[in-house]
């Protein structure tokens, strides 16, 4: 689940940040959320 937060992450700054800075993005994400378990809520 961290890998698709991530992805939803940058596919939505990809237009306004640099591959440098989107680099830099994933890179800081998957430190911050490494040791975290993110689950989905449903949705009523």
Known sequence: ???TLILDIKQAMSSTLTNGQME???KVLA???YDLE???KRRC
């Open 1 to 3: 689940m961290v890998d």
């Open 24 to 26: 830099k993005l994933h």
């Open 31 to 33: 430190h911050y959320l």
């Open 38 to 40: 993110i689950v989905k």
